[in-house]
């Protein structure tokens, strides 16, 4: 299972959005509405931010949402913020496996 | 609170072995499906493994580059479940976490493994 992709950096000033995509098969991301998206700070464990390709976990802030069109899902963040600075990481059911992405650093400029 | 909190690492040798441990609280952890992810140092996130929850069957999974050397088992008296891992490898140097999407969501802090002679 081939790790699902995604662009190494994406940026966006304070107050804009930035877009995250994740690409992968019809035998993971296209294949099944279970795509999870998690935000990594530099030293800390990783954080569950998007379930079930749209889902936000309780405590989450609006501000993340997510999509999938195909074999390609999304992670929106809007009105960005200096806290939401880290590494974000997309992953996939794949029926006999799970799968994630090759991760995607967000700098707040 | 839904927590994870993972034990067992350390320092082993090519070759050898180690169980980790994860005790979660706050929910049952037969009842949510329960994954290992690990990362090695500098580099992102890998799935290891995974066991479901009993109503889909308990039954585990791996990924391929560890399938045959790790299993994941459980003891449901003590909210408690394990990765054994067998014949290591120098890549298998990672930090470990466990973790479950169900509940809201929670990983453990991390424990880390290090392979080498």
């Known amino acids: 299972q081939s790790a699902l992709t995604q662009p190494p950096s994406a940026s966006g000033s304070p107050g804009q959005s930035v877009t995250i995509s994740c690409t992968g098969t019809?035998?993971?991301?296209?294949?099944?509405?279970?795509v999870s998206w998690y935000q990594q700070h530099p030293g800390k464990g990783p954080k569950l931010m998007i379930y079930?390709?749209?889902k936000r976990p309780s405590g989450v802030p609006d501000r993340f949402s997510g999509s999938k069109s195909g074999n390609t899902a999304s992670l929106t963040v809007s009105g960005l913020q200096t806290e939401d600075e880290a590494d974000y990481y997309c992953?996939?059911?794949?029926?006999?496996?799970?799968?994630f992405g090759t991760g995607t650093k967000v700098t707040v400029l | 609170e839904v927590q994870l909190v993972e034990s067992g690492g350390g320092l082993v040798k090519p070759g050898g072995s180690l169980r980790l441990s994860c005790v979660a609280s706050g929910f049952t952890f037969t009842n949510a499906w329960m994954h290992w992810v690990r990362q090695a140092p500098g580099k992102g996130l890998e799935w290891v493994g995974r066991i479901k929850r009993k109503t889909d069957g308990g039954t585990t999974d791996f990924a391929a580059p560890v399938r045959g050397r790790f299993t994941i088992s459980g003891d449901d008296s003590i909210n408690t479940f394990y990765l054994q891992m067998n014949s290591l490898k120098t890549e298998d140097t990672a930090v470990y976490y466990c973790?479950?999407?169900?509940?809201?969501?929670?990983w453990g802090q991390g424990t880390l493994v290090t392979v080498s002679s």
């Open positions: 079930e390709v749209s």
């Open positions: 973790e479950t999407d169900d509940y809201g969501g929670a």
């Open positions: 019809s035998s993971d991301v296209g294949g099944y509405n279970y």
């Open positions: 992953a996939s059911y794949a029926g006999s496996s799970s799968v």
